[in-house]
């Protein structure tokens, strides 16, 4: 459980990060704290938690169709394979390795 919540504060801080360096002035961009995961990792991590959320919402109304329009804004047809190959390149790279790990057991 412990897991889990330090992976959704992750991508919650990474998804912040992001969002706060596009409306950050660019003096303040270039001190902005890198992020310890590489981007690509960050990203098909947040990408494969944001399938897993969507895959389990209510189909029924709005509800769903948000649903829809999430997992595909989120690429999640393609997920696994991006995923497997993300895995694959930091296959090497323990710290990675493990993040990735906990998004799939979420």
């Not at 660019?26 to 969507?54: F, I, M, N, Q, T």
């Not at 109304?61 to 991006?82: H, K, N, P, Y």
């Amino acid at each position: 459980m412990k897991l889990h919540l330090a992976i959704a504060c992750l991508l919650l801080c990474t998804s912040f990060h992001a969002s706060a360096q596009e409306a950050a002035p660019p003096s303040l961009v270039k001190h902005a704290p890198k992020s310890e995961y590489p981007k690509d990792a960050s990203e098909v991590a947040a990408r494969k938690s944001g399938c897993l959320h969507w895959s389990r919402a209510d189909t029924y109304g709005q509800r769903g169709q948000e649903a829809q329009q999430a997992m595909q804004d989120l690429q999640c047809s393609t997920i696994d394979q991006d995923f497997a190959a993300v895995r694959a390149k930091y296959a090497d790279n323990p710290k990675v390795a493990k993040m990735l790990d906990g998004v799939e057991g979420w």
